[in-house]
């Protein structure tokens, strides 16, 4: 018995101790001021993780996996000893530090999107220092470009990208299932205290007539549906994957999610989400004409599920919101929201043009759009400019657009070099990426850290798979 095999029990047991300590409650007595199911949680989950990494072959793997679980709660937060910590920031560190021990992390064959992503943050740099908030810009830059590393590295193999995966289904499925929740009680997800609060009133600020859009764990309905959407098309996938194969467990598993995350989609009533989904499942279908006949069913399934639960049962809001995408300046209730979000494109343009070059600074254009908003007797919605290029346009100006186009065009590039070398993953990556760029023409949510990552992982999954494809070509 080797002393590196000693090593390693000793501390799987040390591990398992502090998770019955921590499941006792007595490290979370001794270690925090003040007692919250989330602190109680990490005291039990923490030790656990560490026994993992210690037991897995591929502790990177587990680590990511456990990001995209836990992106969706970046908004939460925990105290120790007085002071605030993040609650993905040990996760990013401790991935960051796995990565940098280990082997492969240079792709010989690098994709586009490495490149272009350079370039972007270089591009980022005036930007940045302009921000009013660098703190908070900088985290969530770390936390998308972190994400989208860490995928990257994964993807390269099938293996890894496969689990990634089904770790992005898994955690859409997860938040599918609180908003369900959410819709269900009316109670929103409260990690601080009890199991949740009465948060989904006629007060609720994301409220659709007397129908409550359920967050799940993001800090808005929005950020959720564009979650799910970019989930759907990988879902999809997944099911055709194993359908190939005649691997029926895996399907059911697949279907089964792909319902629920419907579900949820529906009752977030995001519209654009809902473009965003229906784009990517087409993109699929459209790309991988020689197994359209084993996606049909998958889909079908998930459509007559949606048909059932929403549009043809009680809910009469989801077709009224449904109808609203033909004619959103019309639509009784909501119109002013809508009126709003055009006033808003108009004024960050309109910011853009006086500040051409590098922006206000990323931030800065929350408070510059709230202050007009206010003079001209409207409320502020959200502080952003309801697009996400056009906030990075009033921002970050032509510095930031040339960066963002290069990305972009790398983006592109990468997937048609995967679609050529395996077309479903591909079509997968496409579909997958139509819908975060359509969610992006009337949504910010990618400010948000918990997005970002999501989103982060989607970009290092497409160049993972184009540096894969990129060796097999070499080879």
Known sequence: MTLEYQLRRALIALCGVAAVVGAAGITEEHVFHQASWLKYAVTIVGPLVLAALVVVGNPLALLTALLIVAAPFAGFSMTLQGIHVPLLAPIILCAGAVAAVSEGGVARHRSALLSASVLFLILLILPVAESPSRTDVVATLISLFAAAYFASRLARTEHGFVMLAWAFVASAGFQAAIAVWESETGHRLNLYGAAGSQTLGPS?????GSQARPPGAFYDPDSLGNVLAITLPINVGLGVHYAMRRRWREVAIAVAALALIGVALEITLSRMSWIGAAVGLIVIIV???QVRWRALPVLAVAAITLIGLGVFGQQSTTIQRLS????????TGTANGDVVRV????????????HPVAGVGLGEVANLLSARLEVAGTSAQGGNAQSVYLQLLAEGGLLAVCGLTAVLLAVTRDL????????LWG???AGASAAMLICWLTDVTIRYSGVAVLMGVLFGMV??????AREVAAA
């Open 463 to 468: 160049a993972g798979r184009s540096s894969a």
């Open 427 to 429: 079509a997968v990556l």
């Open 204 to 208: 609720y600020f994301f409220n659709y």
């Open 416 to 423: 048609m070099r995967t679609i050529r070398a395996e077309r």
């Open 287 to 289: 790309l991988v004409p």
């Open 324 to 331: 609203s995408i033909t004619h959103p300046l019309n639509e």
């Open 343 to 354: 006033e808003l494109w108009r004024d960050a343009l309109d910011i853009a043009e006086q």
